[in-house]
């Protein structure tokens, strides 16, 4: 019985390693200082893992921004062809960032499988050959060199790979028919490099699968021939059902399953249909949360197991890479002063410590006894912290169906709106500051600006500092996409409304006859997707208290005067289940509780929903539900503005859009021609009237004069199709 990390957090203790990539970034690292800076951490968390009682240690886990990206760039899955060799760092570089010189767009990013860590989605078109460039790979295999630890490689396998690439005109079948030589000659070298084990990492083994599809997945992996590493899959955040019988028969020598995620996976184990002569990884602890494991409960499960299959062949795991969790809660002086909350949190090293003590009892050298006791003296502690705050209990008790409904249907209060506002057709606004303040896009000619310049996971600081419910951590840092990091705050308690001082109450945000202004409001669902959130009761009921004080904080903009309020929902796709069958209940409590927290506004208040890079396809038949005057959604290029514009033919929708017209983009700047032909079609889908003119959510701006300049050509385009609808050319 062995203990088989799937992954491991990419930040550092210290976190020096993102700081380093955003100095690369900028041009203030070079790329060896940056390779020794990464080899260094590479030998610290290796080290780490093995003292913590990690048996077999995840090689190729590591990356500068992305593990899909390198995946993308080890197949050359790219949206053009790149130089490789020595420039393979620089090259991805122009890959996420956009290079006007190369002429290299900026790749799409995406929700890897619903979780809150974004990735960079690879492409094919069949024009550029797929090949193998192994320079990142090697290099992580030779940082490893001469180490006495047993490591694994970590692959993103082959049918999860060309799920998430985009084929533009291509199938799916198709590019697995490519990358299948490509995987077997990979293997052949990693066994003559001396790797025993491979680990090929499936989560798309959980969406819903086809029967052909089925049949293809089967027949990559039955053409994996020759001398080869024994290989294990692994699946993630869901169970692989109804296809399980069949993956398990697959010619690997291995399979893990995220036993938290898909719990129903235990019951047919007990079936008896595991093959015996196989290794099961059972993925026990939870990787994307951070209340601790009842280990004694996880024993009991165990030993139960054992009269299923032989002890020796389990491996003892995560549930998912640990790379959504912070290092370690040892730093956090904060959280250790509050008594109950420290004993009860696992961060990933403390993940790794929950396995090792299960080994350690099922192993007879610890009791389970004590360890039970010990877990009821912790849990006992934290019990006065989850207490229940009677005026949220009671809010909730009070809902009725006129909290989830505007006072009058849009067609009303939008002529209610248009009157009180008295905005331009192709109104212009942006959904976050371009900029490091508020004035640069107050005087770029915006008719609508901005109330502050917050970012979502600033304005969720801020909300953690002044609602009860929430605490902070110092030090646990998450990497959320590319070398961007966030210290998710943890949900202890029942969320509850704190007002601002009396001070800021004070302040008007709008007068008539003023610029219009916007505020802004974290969506209840984001918040709580941005979190750790609590385990002590249903997810539903922690989105529900968000709700209604997201519900108190419109409310209170609209006292102080905002005419237009819009609700930032990044993550409203985030946590929504791969099966289609579970998607639509759970969508609808995302939207009743959605408006909840925004149909508490007047009818003259006019509420935007910032969708941002949420999935637009899942939504898509929600969306008209959502009862909001103007949605906005993000692109990254000119071809995705086309596919969600594409997604909302046929659909009847009342409101006004806000599309990114330029894309998120962070160097290069486009031309006049390309922002007027994004603008026009937008008008093939959505009506000059109901059309809102948007940048885009920036990713981050390079610079004052880059966000300067961009304005400038956005608003210049506008004012002439302005000119042209008017027949003023």
């Known amino acids: 019985m062995k203990i088989w990390n799937i992954g491991y957090p990419r930040v550092s203790q210290e976190n020096e390693w993102f700081p380093a990539v955003r100095a690369y970034e900028l041009g203030n690292c070079s790329e060896e200082s940056l390779l020794e800076i990464g080899k260094k951490i590479l030998s610290e968390r290796w080290k780490t893992q093995h003292e913590l009682g990690v048996d077999s240690i995840p090689l190729n886990d590591f990356s500068i921004w992305d593990p899909l990206l390198d995946t993308a760039w080890l197949f050359n899955l790219l949206p053009q062809a790149m130089g490789g060799g020595d420039q393979w760092i620089q090259s991805q570089l122009s890959l996420i960032r956009g290079s006007a010189e190369q002429n290299v767009r900026v790749m799409n990013r995406f929700s890897w499988f619903r979780t809150p860590y974004q990735s960079f989605q690879p492409e094919w078109d069949g024009k550029i050959s797929l090949r193998l460039n192994r320079e990142k790979i090697d290099w992580e295999i030779k940082c490893q060199k001469g180490l006495p630890y047993q490591f694994h490689i970590t692959l993103i396998g082959p049918w999860t790979l060309a799920y998430v690439t985009k084929t533009q005109g291509r199938t799916r079948a198709e590019l697995l028919k490519e990358l299948a030589p490509l995987y077997s000659e990979l293997l052949r070298d990693l066994k003559k490099k001396g790797f025993e084990w491979v680990q090929l990492e499936e ?19 039955d053409g994996f021939k020759g001398p080869l590493p024994k290989i294990l899959i692994t699946t993630h955040y869901e169970s692989p059902d109804p296809w399980l019988t069949e993956f398990s028969q697959l010619p690997v020598q291995g399979f893990h399953y995220d036993l938290v995620s898909g719990p129903a996976v235990l019951s047919w184990i007990k079936t008896r249909s595991f093959p015996k002569d196989k290794l099961l990884g059972l993925g026990l602890v939870n990787g994307l949360n951070v209340w601790a494991s009842s280990v004694a409960s996880l024993y009991k499960q165990i030993e139960i197991l054992k009269g299923f299959h032989p002890a020796a062949k389990l491996l003892l795991s995560p549930s998912c890479s640990l790379a959504h969790l912070p290092l370690t809660k040892n730093n956090e002086t904060g959280l250790k002063a509050k008594v109950g909350v420290y004993d009860n949190l696992s961060f990933a090293n403390e993940r790794i410590e929950e396995l090792a003590l299960l080994k350690q009892m099922l192993l007879g050298n610890v009791s389970l006894s004590d360890v039970e006791k010990a877990e009821a003296a912790r849990r006992e502690k934290l019990i006065p912290l989850q207490k229940k705050v009677d005026s949220v209990r009671n809010q909730i008790n009070r809902l009725d169906l006129t909290f989830r409904k505007r006072g009058a249907s849009f067609a009303k209060r939008s002529k209610t709106q248009a009157k009180r506002l008295g905005l331009p057709r192709l109104p212009m606004t942006v959904c976050q500051d371009l900029s490091a303040g508020c004035c640069l896009v107050r005087d770029s000619g915006n008719d609508v600006v901005l109330t502050d310049s917050l970012n979502y996971e600033q304005r969720l600081t801020e909300y953690t500092k002044r609602w009860s419910g929430f605490m902070s951590t110092e030090g646990g840092w998450v990497q959320i996409s590319g070398s961007s990091c966030v210290r998710p705050p943890i949900i202890v308690s029942d969320i509850e409304w704190k007002d601002h001082s009396k001070e800021e109450r004070s302040k008007t945000m709008w007068t008539p006859g003023a610029p219009l202004v916007k505020a802004v409001a974290l969506g209840p669902v984001s918040i709580i ?28 903009l609209e006292t102080r005067g905002a005419p237009i309020i819009q609700i930032d929902e990044p993550g409203l796709t985030e946590s929504v289940p791969l099966k289609k069958q579970k998607i639509s209940v759970f969508l609808k409590h995302q939207m009743d509780n959605l408006k909840v927290a925004t149909c508490g506004v007047k009818d003259e208040t006019s509420l935007h929903l910032n969708l941002d890079n949420a999935e637009l396809p899942v939504l898509v038949d929600t969306l008209p539900k ?54 026009r079609k937008c008008f093939e889908v959505i009506p000059p009237d109901k059309l809102w003119i948007c940048a885009d959510v920036p990713i981050r701006v390079v610079s004052e004069e880059y966000a300067r300049t961009l304005m400038q050509k956005i608003v210049l385009a506008t004012l002439r199709i302005r000119r042209l609808l008017a027949g003023n050319a």
């Open 529 to 556: 997707n941005l979190s750790f959130i609590r385990s002590d009761i249903p997810r539903e009921q922690v989105v529900l208290q968000a709700a209604i004080a997201v519900r108190s904080e419109v409310k209170a």
């Open 626 to 679: 959502s009862d909001v005057d103007v949605l906005y959604f993000s692109t990254s290029s000119g071809s995705q503005l086309n596919e969600k514009l594409l997604l909302l033919k046929g659909i009847s929708f009342e409101c006004g859009f806000g599309p990114g017209i330029i894309g998120q983009r962070d160097e290069s700047i486009p031309a006049d021609r390309e922002i007027e032909i994004n603008i």
């Open 203 to 221: 989560p798309a083994f959980c969406v819903d699968l086809q029967k052909d599809e089925v049949k293809n997945i089967s027949s990559v992996y």
